[in-house]
């Protein structure tokens, strides 16, 4: 379970999070939808560990990310927004190396790196160096490297971005399982088709706070909107959005 309460981060005089608080269930798929610079990023980016909050907290499994980065790093499984790869690695070597960094032995490794890539297609890319790798090419390998390590909780920023219309099917199809699996799935996205197909709870940031949440359909019916599209835009445009 990811668990974040009243977060607020300011970088200088921009406050990218002023107050975001919310829950995501394990066995569940919660979104994270809001306009650049609503704060998404930087939420994602405290629940990693990359930054810490300047107030409130946020919590993988009951450990807080501030004060037990190393143990909630074992219980993650982070796809951020820059892919950060290493250009001479190969895709196969990409994932050999994060589950090294999470202890896993050889067989496991090598067993579990073949199914990754299996699962999204990657056959012909395995053992390839990722330098001239497409937008999507790279999203797939670190796809791979967050999830290497079978993390209950996943936190994935824009996972669809980039990739053709099999590979974002794939994706989906992955998500689904990991929830089937009863994992603890986080993830951004623009896409509002995506989203209201795949989420079974919604969190709208705007302005650094959460200003609704809910099932596509509440939401929708809250905004008086027949799509979710519509229901977004009136409550980002709302002021104070449709909180209950």
């Known amino acids: 379970m990811i668990e974040v309460k009243s977060l607020h ?4 005089s921009v406050v990218a999070v002023e107050d975001v608080s919310f829950r995501a269930e394990d066995g569940v798929i919660t979104g994270l939808l809001g306009p650049n610079g609503a704060g998404k ?3 994602l980016r405290v629940l990693s560990t990359l930054i810490n909050p300047d107030r409130g907290s946020a919590s993988i499994d009951g450990l807080d990310v501030a004060t037990r980065p190393l143990e909630v790093r074992r219980a993650l499984g982070m796809l951020p927004d820059a892919r950060g790869l290493y250009p001479r690695l190969t895709a196969r ?4 190396y994060f589950g090294e960094l999470h202890g896993m032995d050889l067989p496991t490794l090598t067993t579990r790196a073949q199914e990754l890539l299996e699962m999204l297609e990657m056959g012909q890319l395995a053992d390839r160096r990722v330098d001239g790798f497409s937008n999507g090419e790279r999203t797939k390998v670190a796809l791979c490297r967050a ?3 079978s993390p209950q909780n996943i936190v994935l920023d824009e996972p669809t971005n980039g990739l053709d219309v099999m590979s974002t099917r794939a994706v989906r199809e992955l998500l689904r399982m990991l929830r089937a699996q009863g994992r603890c799935v986080v993830f951004s996205s623009h896409v509002m088709q995506e989203v ?3 989420c079974d709870r919604i969190v709208i940031v705007a302005r650094g706070r959460v200003v609704a949440e809910g099932t596509a359909d509440e939401l929708k019916e809250r905004a008086g909107k027949e799509s979710l599209e519509e229901a977004f835009v009136t409550i980002i445009g709302s002021g104070e959005g449709l909180l209950q």
């Open 41 to 43: 990023t930087t939420t």
């Open 93 to 96: 070597e990409h994932i050999h």
């Open 9 to 12: 981060k300011r970088f200088g």
């Open 147 to 149: 999830l290497v390590h």
């Open 196 to 198: 209201a197909a795949l």
